[in-house]
């Protein structure tokens, strides 16, 4: 069974500073791991994804995650926020040997403040 | 453009109708996905399908039923035996060629309200 819990379900940061989202996942396996955006009324997008290659994954619009095994955490990260990273963030969690297992978390949603 | 079209994007139905949401995709992507988001909950898989003519329930399947004829369509019809469909819709997508399947990809998603 997999799982994923992010810590957080609002972060609110001002305009340029730095943004942490984190997520832990739980997986008897070797993950594949993604964080997706969604804007309102909006699908998900992707934003970056794991899939056993190097650990420091860089996705679109300035976020990074970093791959812990030992932590079992994917947390997102930017250097600096801006207004149009407000939105919803999901991590996701997924087996890639089977179309069925794709796990979400509940979601945090990011508030940037002028 | 390769994507999904999902379709309506504001649909009302009105006590014991069954509505049906459409989906298409022309990514050629073998796998195909029905997710309903209810605020705070992330989202929850309704129904999926690996191949055309073949689906399989997720975790939420009760009121609602799937068709895969196509390979590029995936229609959901909300019955009205589902007793709280408003909701947002989200199809989804994934390929699977080469023995692994890729990340997924998402429509704009179809907000059902009830009336």
């Known amino acids: 069974a997999q799982s994923v819990t992010q810590l957080d379900s609002h972060v609110s940061v001002s305009e340029g500073t730095p943004v942490l989202l984190r997520c832990n996942y739980s997986s008897s396996y070797s993950p594949s791991l993604f964080w997706y955006v969604q804007h309102p009324n909006k699908g998900l997008q992707l934003l970056l994804k794991y899939t056993s290659a190097a650990t420091l994954v860089k996705g679109i619009n300035g976020f990074e995650a970093e791959f812990k095994k030992s932590e079992t955490s994917f947390h997102l990260t930017k250097p600096s926020a801006h207004m149009s990273d407000a939105a919803e963030y999901f991590c996701?969690?997924?087996?890639?040997?089977?179309?069925?297992?794709?796990?979400f978390g509940s979601g945090t949603q990011l508030t940037v403040l002028p | 453009d390769g994507g999904i079209t999902q379709s309506p994007k504001y649909l009302f139905r009105k006590e014991g109708q069954n509505v049906t949401l459409s989906c298409e995709q022309n990514?050629?992507?073998?796998?195909m996905y029905w997710y309903r988001q209810d605020p705070g909950q992330g989202l929850r898989l309704i129904y999926y399908?690996?191949?055309?003519?073949?689906?399989q329930k997720g975790d939420i399947a009760e009121g609602y039923s799937v068709s895969r004829e196509k390979k590029e369509s995936f229609p959901l019809t909300v019955t009205s035996a589902q007793k709280n469909p408003t909701a947002f819709y989200l199809c989804?997508?994934?390929?699977?060629?080469?023995?692994?399947?890729?990340?997924?990809?998402f429509g704009q998603g179809t907000r059902l309200t009830v009336v």
């Open positions: 989804a997508s994934m390929d699977g060629s080469g023995g692994r399947w890729t990340e997924a990809f």
């Open positions: 996701v969690v997924s087996d890639l040997g089977s179309a069925r297992q794709l796990t």
């Open positions: 990514l050629n992507h073998d796998a």
């Open positions: 399908s690996q191949i055309v003519n073949d689906f």
